[in-house]
């Protein structure tokens, strides 16, 4: 396999930051827990304007907000 040259850019940067955030919007329920759970457990949290599942292991943090329709389905 052959690394494009934004995942070789996205990995030296893993390499030289002390911590590393990646983000996804506009997700539904399971859209989010499936990007999260790439890193570690999805933990939910909101406000009453924007929910989101996110997940932290090591350095890696990612966070998944979910469309505005997905809201009242969070359990």
């Known amino acids: 396999m052959i690394m494009t040259n934004d ?3 996205a990995l030296l940067l893993l390499n030289e930051c002390k911590t590393t955030q990646f983000y996804k919007y506009d997700c539904t329920t399971s859209e989010a827990k499936a990007f999260v759970s790439l890193v570690g457990t999805p933990e939910f949290n909101g406000t009453e304007d924007v929910q989101w599942y996110s997940a932290t292991n090591g350095k890696i943090r990612a966070t998944a907000f979910l469309k505005e329709s ?3 389905y969070v359990t």
Do not use: G, K, N
Request: proline share 0%.
């Open 70 to 72: 997905e809201y009242s």
């Open 7 to 9: 995942e070789a850019t």
